[in-house]
């Protein structure tokens, strides 16, 4: 007789279970125990960190006294701080804030309890000051300008641009406005201890024409100030103001029935004005179109000056003119041969 295996009934049940297929378990993973930590600040009721004069935080965080993290000379960007993965549990956070040289001038804390798997906010932490509120932070502007004369590319050299004085006009992020002239030479223009932040800016130049001030250049940019930095803007170009230039037409002629017939068969033109060393604007055209028109001059007194150039004898001639702004100035020449 062949004798016969019990199993007890545990058993059997999987031994059936398992030669029939497998034993799906579904178990919810155990919850995230690490939790973070995020606040904003306010220091003395100041939210920017550069207008509250705050540069870098030393922040502690402890639990039941003792310390579990320390995070020192972190950077005061934007609004506030996220801390990441503290184990669940109530932690006290400590907060000192430092200036740019490095001194305390603000401190605080607060106590949150860190629920795991989310990020846990304290809200606004209110920070003290230490002392007197420090001095606001201040950058400084440097700039020199260039004129787009007498075409849109710019130049540097005041008196071919006709520049005596640049008006600066700068309005800053709290509404304070300063305006001052600065004379058109070398230097350019600086401010300092301006306020951080945006600032809009306006240049104006002028140029004299019958002892008047006559208005040429103008534009208008914003920059943004940094706390103990110069920010040197270079060269800022101005652009014309159109309606205080003028243009000069020059027509020719000479004793002969045509060009042909006194030999001329280029006419050279050079327009130099008073003041200048070099004449500014010089072309030579075909003798036939005795007329040329030169565009875009500052308005004073010019020598307009014509010479033929010919075959056999050279003609020439000059004229003086007082060129106003916004016209046209024709200037008749006649040639004659030079002895």
């Known amino acids: 007789m062949t004798p016969k295996v019990l199993?007890?009934?545990?058993?059997?049940?999987?031994?059936?279970?398992?030669?029939?297929?497998?034993?799906?378990?579904?178990?919810?993973?155990?919850?995230?125990?690490?939790?973070?930590?995020?606040?904003?600040?306010?220091?003395?009721?100041?939210?920017?960190?550069?207008?509250?004069?705050?540069?870098?935080?030393?922040?502690?965080?402890?639990?039941?006294?003792?310390?579990?993290?320390?995070?020192?000379?972190?950077?005061?960007?934007?609004?506030?701080?996220?801390?990441?993965?503290?184990?669940?549990?109530?932690?006290?956070?400590?907060?000192?804030?430092?200036?740019?040289?490095?001194?305390?001038?603000?401190?605080?804390?607060?106590?949150?309890?860190?629920?795991?798997?989310?990020?846990?906010?304290?809200?606004?932490?209110?920070?003290?000051?230490?002392?007197?509120?420090?001095?606001?932070?201040?950058?400084?502007?440097?700039?020199?300008?260039?004129?787009?004369?007498?075409?849109?590319?710019?130049?540097?050299?005041?008196?071919?641009a006709g520049v005596v004085d640049v008006d600066i006009a700068l309005t800053g992020p709290a509404g304070e406005v300063i305006t001052e002239r600065f004379p058109c030479g070398d230097d350019g223009a600086t401010f300092v201890n301006l306020g951080v932040g945006?600032?809009?800016?306006?240049?104006?130049?002028?140029?004299?024409?019958?002892?008047?001030?006559?208005?040429?250049?103008?534009?208008?940019?914003?920059?943004?100030?940094?706390?103990?930095?110069?920010?040197?803007?270079?060269?800022?170009?101005?652009?014309?103001?159109d309606d205080s230039f003028a243009d000069i037409q020059v027509e020719w002629g000479f004793n002969a029935s045509s060009c042909a017939d006194a030999g001329i068969v280029d006419v050279a033109i050079s327009i130099q004005r008073t003041g200048l060393d070099q004449p500014e604007d010089t072309t030579t055209v075909a003798c036939d179109a005795l007329t040329e028109l030169r565009q875009t001059f500052v308005p004073g007194s010019y020598t307009i000056r014509v010479r033929g150039l010919g075959t056999v004898d050279a003609w020439s001639s000059a004229a003086t003119i007082d060129l106003a702004p916004n016209t046209l100035a024709v200037v008749p020449v006649q040639l004659a041969p030079e002895a």
């Open 198 to 241: 945006r600032w809009s800016m306006e240049l104006d130049a002028f140029g004299f024409y019958r002892n008047q001030d006559l208005h040429l250049y103008a534009t208008a940019l914003t920059v943004d100030v940094v706390a103990d930095v110069e920010t040197d803007l270079g060269d800022v170009p101005l652009a014309r103001d």
């Open 7 to 160: 199993f007890p009934l545990s058993l059997l049940t999987l031994a059936v279970v398992a030669n029939v297929g497998c034993v799906v378990v579904n178990q919810e993973p155990p919850p995230d125990p690490y939790g973070d930590i995020a606040f904003s600040w306010s220091f003395a009721g100041e939210t920017d960190c550069d207008l509250a004069g705050v540069d870098e935080l030393d922040i502690v965080i402890l639990q039941g006294g003792e310390v579990m993290e320390v995070i020192e000379r972190e950077p005061c960007v934007g609004s506030g701080l996220v801390l990441t993965d503290f184990l669940a549990g109530r932690y006290e956070v400590e907060i000192d804030a430092f200036n740019r040289r490095s001194e305390l001038v603000y401190s605080g804390d607060f106590s949150i309890r860190v629920e795991g798997g989310r990020e846990n906010d304290a809200g606004v932490v209110i920070l003290d000051s230490l002392g007197p509120p420090p001095p606001p932070a201040t950058g400084d502007l440097a700039l020199f300008w260039a004129f787009l004369y007498p075409t849109d590319q710019p130049i540097i050299d005041c008196a071919l």
